[in-house]
């Protein structure tokens, strides 16, 4: 079935640091993708998203581009604060018309003053 | 306006014993989603429920269970729990199957000693 990999964590940085978290899909055809976030204690919410090759999916500084050629989705953000630190998933849905997200296995960012 | 109320936050059962999670979809929504989230793992989708009944199910044994109301609040239940079962377990909601996106509670941890 279609699925995502991350690559895997901690990712560890300082204040004002760029970042990039790596995500690949593996898909029939041309899904939606997104990126979650997680803040600790709470539950998952829709970061940004992108419907269709070449869209780039932008949110609170954060960007990521739907590339076919790679079949990657990879996020980034130019200069992080300690506010980001979160647990990121990529997703996409489910096999089969489905809008049910399929999450990867997340990535920890942790961001130091 | 309330999102996704989900009850209790944590619970500590016992192997073999039965547990029941409930679920408060955001206000405006009709249908709602299960997951499993294991430590250092990404969500697993375990059903989706539509209208009272269960549309869709993920890789999860018939000890996994769940209801709808007409209220479109849901249940989740799970029988002779095992220690593997000890997971944050979050329910999303979302109109129309999820075409509109989903939004997710803070989840319920389960504890199996």
């Known amino acids: 079935g279609d699925s995502v990999t991350q690559m895997e964590g901690p990712v560890t940085l300082s204040e004002e640091a760029f970042l990039t978290i790596n995500c690949t899909y593996t898909?029939?055809?041309?899904?939606?993708l997104f990126w979650y976030v997680q803040y600790p204690g709470e539950g998952l919410q829709l970061l940004l998203k992108?419907?269709?090759?070449?869209d780039k999916g932008s949110n609170k500084g954060f960007e990521a581009t739907y590339r076919k050629e790679t079949t990657s989705f990879h996020l980034e953000k130019g200069s992080v604060q300690v506010s980001d630190s979160a647990v990121y998933f990529c997703a996409l849905p489910r096999s089969g018309g489905s809008y049910i997200p399929t999450f990867g296995r997340g990535t920890s960012l942790i961001v130091h003053p | 306006d309330a999102g996704v109320t989900q009850s209790p936050t944590h619970l500590i059962k016992t192997r073999g014993q039965q547990v029941t999670l409930r679920c408060s979809p955001k206000?405006?929504?009709?249908?709602v989603s299960w997951y499993q989230q294991a430590l250092g793992q990404g969500p697993q989708f375990i059903f989706q429920?539509?209208?009272?009944?269960?549309?869709q199910r993920g890789n999860f044994p018939d000890r996994f269970s769940g209801h709808q109301y007409p209220n479109y609040s849901s249940e989740l239940n799970v029988n002779a729990l095992l220690l593997g079962d000890s997971a944050l377990y979050l329910c999303?909601?979302?109109?129309?199957?999820?075409?509109?996106?989903?939004?997710f509670g803070s989840g319920t941890r389960l504890t199996v000693v």
């Open positions: 999303a909601s979302s109109l129309n199957v999820g075409a509109y996106g989903y939004t």
């Open positions: 206000s405006g929504h009709d249908t």
């Open positions: 898909a029939t055809g041309y899904p939606s």
């Open positions: 429920y539509y209208e009272e009944e269960e549309r």
């Open positions: 992108a419907t269709k090759a070449d």
